[in-house]
């Protein structure tokens, strides 16, 4: 009931093209599910996140979908650059952690590829 | 804001040694801070939580007496592998968060990561 499920595991796009990843979720005491960008080499890095009381949140070309009954919340990139090539992790938090700040669970990983 | 560094961020060991990975919240005093490992191409595992002044709680299957964690004060946070073996080569990564700002109590700030080799 603890598992984020993401997908797919790899996902290559044309630039200007839209990426869109995935996640699903079991837990519905979940109350932040953000998203995170990892370099190769590099620690993850937050992109955008969303708690439930919003089906969506925009911040740039990065736009996050939540549909709170199917459990479900995806990703999208729009005008993906091939700077956007990296791996994307999506994650989820329970409020009932929060006197240890947040305990994130994560979905198993989006490789992306943006190709010229 | 909210900057979380890690050092060494690459390090080198024989196998029986001990390493320690220092994480420091630059900006931000940090009421928790996790200890995660990622091996390639798989996700992030936590391995730990730490509260700043209380031990260190342990996730299922993590050594404690292997992995030793102190989380001293609000700023810093470390790890040591003890008597590292070659399956402990990973990458170590930290974050840190403050649990006390309500309307972002669980957002996580994530360190570079540590590339911890044991030959």
């Known amino acids: 009931q603890q598992q984020v499920k993401q997908s797919p595991q790899s996902l290559i796009v044309q630039k200007g093209g839209i990426s869109i990843i995935n996640c699903a979720y079991e837990n519905t005491a979940f109350d932040y599910f953000p998203w995170y960008q990892q370099f190769p080499g590099k620690g993850p890095a937050l992109l955008i996140a969303?708690?439930?009381?919003?089906s969506e949140k925009k911040e740039g070309r990065f736009t996050i979908s939540f549909n709170k009954s199917a459990k479900q919340f995806s990703l999208h990139i729009m005008d993906s650059q091939p700077g956007d090539s990296a791996t994307y992790f999506c994650?989820?938090?329970?409020?009932?952690?929060?006197?240890?700040?947040?305990?994130?669970?994560f979905g198993q990983g989006t490789e992306l590829s943006v190709k010229p | 804001g909210a900057v979380v560094s890690q050092h060494p961020s690459r390090v080198i060991c024989k196998s029986g040694t001990s390493v320690k990975i220092e994480c420091r919240s630059l900006?931000?005093?940090?009421?928790?801070m996790f200890w995660y490992r990622q091996f390639p191409k798989q996700s992030l595992m936590l391995m730990a939580t730490s509260n700043e002044g209380s031990k260190a709680t342990y996730e299922q299957g993590v050594e404690k007496d292997k992995f030793l964690i102190n989380h001293a004060s609000l700023t810093l946070s470390t790890l040591t592998v003890t008597s590292a073996h070659p399956e402990d080569s990973s990458f170590y990564i930290c974050?840190?968060?403050?649990?006390?700002?309500?309307?972002?109590?669980?957002?996580?700030?994530f360190g570079p990561g540590t590339r911890l080799t044991v030959l």
């Open positions: 969303i708690r439930p009381d919003v």
């Open positions: 994650a989820a938090s329970n409020p009932s952690f929060y006197n240890q700040g947040g305990k994130l669970i």
């Open positions: 900006d931000f005093q940090a009421t928790t």
């Open positions: 974050s840190a968060s403050d649990w006390r700002h309500i309307s972002s109590y669980n957002e996580q700030f």
